[in-house]
């Protein structure tokens, strides 16, 4: 899965996946890719603030998508 970006990065998704936890990144190849995949969730650091601030997951989600998804 991470050869299609940074296969240093398998590991963590690996451990994201194994406990379904979402990854915290700023790496926006691996943010797309899981928003493209949905295989997990990564979140930058101001969607990880958000989610820290009660914010919905679902919003959350599509605020990711906005911002890495479309140009």
């Known amino acids: 899965m991470a050869k299609q970006f940074d296969e240093k990065d398998t590991p963590f998704i ?3 996946l194994k406990l379904n ?3 915290w990144t700023n790496d926006s ?7 493209k995949t ?3 969730l990564a979140l930058d650091s101001e969607s990880l603030e958000d ?4 914010a919905n997951i679902n919003e959350i989600k599509q ?4 911002k890495y998804l479309q140009t």
């Open 63 to 66: 605020k990711l998508e906005k």
């Open 29 to 35: 190849k691996i943010i797309e890719h899981g928003l």
């Open 51 to 54: 989610l820290l601030k009660g």
């Open 38 to 40: 949905g295989n997990y």
């Open 14 to 16: 690996a451990l994201a």
């Open 21 to 23: 936890i979402p990854i």
